[in-house]
């Protein structure tokens, strides 16, 4: 029995549907999975997905332009209406599983990453700069995980409805997946600074260890006021979190990042000033040593003369 108009029309319907669904979602997610993981680990099953959808809606094609004759199609004992939506809602399908398997490249790859940012920050600036270390993002990236895990187990339901469901589950994790790398990126940054002070204050206080104190006190008068408060400012600052929020992920990253920004400008600062000291201690202490060698000597001449004047002396006694 041909299709009627009705039937045509609700047909073309499902398949904007699925043209939409390819060029919206599929298309693009296979693209940027292929883009996301450099070593291309983007499955064959995909691709069969792919070959499996334009098969169906070829065949599809075959009864709406009168291609295939309706005989083959009632040997089914399906109707044309029936076996038409039924291999369209099976193309439908098959590009949610293409879909699927995309997003699990991009999920490990993005993953990966998370991963690697986490094992790049070193211990004491996690735990100087966040109290509670990774343990809040941990808490999300779980989640996230579990509901591509989820997916993957439930993915092999059999309507376009139920479908698209779990194609909405993978994509609300992988937006979760790529938020949190987002917020690691920032607060990579932030960490980077805060190692960044750190590593000056060592170099302040291991220069000052080189040089004479009393000579720094003596050309530097305001050494205490400039250099030696102002660092021990700045070490209470890197020891104690600057915001009371907990919460990493929603915690105000630019406040953060002004914060130890500040810091790290202002041991800049320090480091400046204790240079110039520095150069005026080496310049002290030249001077100081030119001194006392001029000391020594002129010390050792009138030694000298007066043992001169001794021997001398003697020698006039004993004629």
């Known amino acids: 029995m041909p299709l009627n108009d009705p039937q045509k029309t609700d047909l073309q319907d499902f398949y904007k549907k699925i043209l939409r669904l390819y060029h919206d979602d599929v298309r693009q997610l296979v693209i940027a999975a292929e883009r996301t993981d450099p070593e291309q680990r983007l499955s064959i099953v995909s691709v069969i997905e792919l070959r499996s959808a334009f098969e169906h809606i070829m065949r599809v094609h075959g009864i709406m332009e009168g291609v295939v004759p309706e005989e083959t199609i009632e040997k089914t004992s399906l109707s044309l209406y029936d076996y038409c939506h039924k291999n369209l809602d099976k193309a439908f399908a098959h590009l949610c599983r293409a879909a699927y398997d995309a997003y699990d490249v991009i999920g490990i790859a993005v993953a990966e990453r998370i991963h ?11 735990y100087a700069v966040e109290p509670l270390g990774f343990a809040p993002i941990r808490k ?27 194609f909405s589950l993978y994509e609300e994790a992988i937006v979760d997946l790529l938020s949190i790398e987002s917020v690691l990126e920032e607060k990579r ?22 040089i004479s104190q009393r000579a720094l006190h003596e ?15 700045c070490k209470g600052k890197l020891r104690a979190p600057p915001i009371g929020k907990e919460d990493m992920v929603t915690m105000d990253t630019k406040q953060q990042r002004s914060f130890y920004g500040e810091i790290l400008d202002e041991l800049s600062r320090i480091y400046e000033q204790f240079r110039e000291s520095k150069n005026a201690v080496l310049r002290y202490e030249a001077e100081e040593k030119r001194r006392s060698k001029l000391n020594f000597a002129a010390w050792a001449f009138t030694t000298f003369l007066a043992l001169l004047a001794v021997i001398l002396k003697i020698l006039s006694l004993t004629k």
């Open 116 to 126: 690697e940012l986490m094992r790049s920050v070193d211990r004491n600036a996690l």
């Open 140 to 166: 999300k990236f779980n989640a996230a995980l579990d509901r591509i895990t989820e997916a993957k187990t439930r993915k092999d339901v059999g309507s376009s409805d139920l479908e698209k469901e779990q």
């Open 189 to 210: 940054g932030i960490f980077e600074l805060y190692e960044k002070a750190g590593r000056l204050v060592g170099k302040i206080e291991g220069e000052i260890q080189e």
């Open 219 to 233: 050309t530097c008068k305001d050494a205490t006021k400039e250099i030696f408060r102002p660092l021990e400012r």
